[in-house]
């Protein structure tokens, strides 16, 4: 796993994995089941990433919309790849709804809806939420 992958809280966040990608908990959650999708590999460039990795990349977005339907029922979806801070190649993946949404005993409103995401709003999780959001969620990739 490569540091982007450790900076998101793996394997604490860790709720999917494929055989070139991780899904992981997004540790601040600007929306509820906020997300990180982050390829395996060292590559610092989307481009760069092997032709397998980007075939996969349709099974995992795909498993990624059902669950995110089905546990949080979001209108639209937003898969955000910044790679500002953290090199490697991964995606913010948001959920984007009108008003709020709660599961595992948290609440998170879409500050940003219907405009671009507010980032700044993120409820920032403890361990606990973490460990509840990820368990919360797990079942609806199975």
């Given at each position: ?68 339907t089905a546990a949080v029922g979001y209108a639209k979806i937003n898969y955000l790849m910044l790679m500002m801070v953290d090199p490697h190649v991964h995606f913010h993946v948001l959920p984007r709804y009108d008003g709020e ?42």
């Amino acid at each position: 796993m490569n540091e982007t992958i450790a900076k998101f809280g793996h394997p604490a966040t860790l709720i999917a994995e494929y055989d070139h990608w991780v899904v992981l908990l997004r540790p601040a959650q600007p929306t509820l089941g906020a997300l990180v999708l982050a390829a395996k590999s060292d590559v610092t460039a989307f481009g760069d990433l092997p032709a397998e990795a980007h075939a996969e990349l349709k099974i995992a977005t795909a498993a990624i919309e059902a669950a995110l339907t089905a546990a949080v029922g979001y209108a639209k979806i937003n898969y955000l790849m910044l790679m500002m801070v953290d090199p490697h190649v991964h995606f913010h993946v948001l959920p984007r709804y009108d008003g709020e949404r709660t599961g595992a005993g948290l609440t998170v409103a879409d500050a940003g809806w219907p405009g671009q995401p507010d980032l700044a709003q993120a409820v920032k999780l403890d361990a606990a939420q973490v460990a509840a959001l990820t368990g919360w969620l797990k079942p609806y990739f199975a």
